[in-house]
């Protein structure tokens, strides 16, 4: 396969924020276009990102110069190069996106399972509210309609009591004067006692708040805790899973960044059930493929997300049937940007 062209322009991303899209195209006229997402609550593990004007010059200087007319046997060929390079993550990522669609080195498993939805319903910190220190309060259910029913009952509850139901970030409701434990009972006594929850604790970027999580578990059906402590905290992580591990599953965001070193780390500190994946935590499709490996070989649940500030990109919606992932993150089931990976999801199941 040789790559005939590049192209690159900017989008404006759910923030407003300008972003970029890649267009690749082969010299047998097959296209691929990508763009990226970031974070409105960034880790410092993940891959360096640069101001979208420099991006822009990369692609067209760095980028393209390196690889336009150049013959590759396959993306990890394509992607060593573009690790080399000294470009930032949301330069080198779109290109790798473009040409994986346009080679269509992304495969589907011969039995398509569905990942499980975390569906997110109310949203704070960074994201939203104040008033709320979790920065997502979601569920988690089999497939969209069950979503989107939660969705709407807790919609109708707000306007019932006179609460406002305008969202955040991802879509989520982030009533102000709410507190996190109101928030809780509000999940409880709308969608049942026995609806599973999933939260998103954000811990390094909500300040000194903590949480009593044996109490949270015990008074909630949460199966899934996210990100409870900071980064730098693996004695916190491992005791907290040594307690509540075999009944809650806590997954690693910040602490382990899609970085194939970062997870093997919290494999051997028995640190964490799970991780989440980000693709624009890394600057290839490759090294998050490698980063997805190896939580698989250590048995580790797989969480695919999208990102704070997002585009209309559903490539995690085929990333996550083509891994077989666990769960999916795709935000609130509103907001065009998030609506796009639900219809994408839904696409590929009716597909295959």
């Known amino acids: 396969m040789k790559i005939k062209r590049i192209s690159v322009r900017k989008i404006l991303d759910s923030a407003?924020?300008?972003?970029?899209?890649?267009?690749?195209?082969?010299?047998?006229?097959?296209?691929g276009i990508a763009s990226v997402p970031s974070g409105i609550s960034e880790g410092r593990w993940e891959a360096k990102t640069v101001?979208?004007?420099?991006?822009?010059?990369e692609i067209k200087e760095v980028i393209s110069p390196a690889v336009v007319s150049r013959k590759f046997k396959g993306q990890k060929e394509l992607d060593g190069i573009l690790r080399n390079l000294s470009c930032g993550a949301?330069?080198?990522?779109?290109?790798?996106?473009?040409f994986c669609r346009a080679a269509k080195t992304?495969?589907?498993?011969?039995?398509i399972i569905s990942p499980k939805l975390l569906i997110l319903i109310f949203e704070g910190a960074k994201h939203g509210n104040k008033d709320l220190s979790i920065q997502e309060f979601m569920i988690a259910v089999s497939n969209v309609e069950e979503g989107r029913e939660g969705y709407r009952k807790i919609k109708l509850f707000l306007e019932r009591k006179g609460l406002l139901s305008t969202v955040g970030a991802e879509g989520g409701f982030s009533p102000p004067g709410v507190s996190d434990e109101e928030i809780l009972r509000i999940l409880k006594e709308v969608l049942g006692e026995k609806q599973p929850l999933a939260l998103d604790i954000a811990a390094c970027h909500r300040g000194k708040q903590n949480f009593d999580y044996q109490k949270l578990i015990e008074n909630h059906p949460i199966i899934l805790l996210e990100d409870p402590y900071p980064d730098n905290k693996w004695t916190n992580w491992t005791n907290l899973t040594g307690k509540i591990g075999k009944k809650v599953l806590l997954v690693g965001d910040d602490l382990t960044a899609t970085l194939p070193e970062r997870i093997k780390e919290a494999v051997r500190r028995k640190a964490v059930g799970g991780v989440v994946i980000k693709p624009d935590q890394r600057k290839t499709l490759t090294e998050v493929l490698e980063a997805i490996e190896v939580a698989k070989k250590n048995n580790l649940r797989i969480v695919i997300s999208h990102r704070g500030r997002e585009?209309?990109?559903?490539?995690?919606?085929?990333?996550?049937?083509?891994?077989q992932a666990d769960y999916v993150k795709f935000g609130a089931p509103v907001r065009g940007e998030r609506v796009a990976k639900y219809n994408r999801l839904l696409e590929i199941l009716r597909e295959y």
């Open 106 to 111: 992304l495969t589907y498993p011969q039995k």
């Open 16 to 31: 407003g924020e300008w972003t970029i899209e890649a267009k690749l195209t082969l010299d047998n006229g097959l296209e």
């Open 90 to 98: 949301n330069a080198s990522l779109p290109v790798s996106l473009a």
């Open 311 to 323: 585009t209309n990109e559903t490539f995690i919606a085929d990333l996550a049937v083509a891994v």
């Open 51 to 57: 101001p979208t004007k420099q991006a822009i010059k």
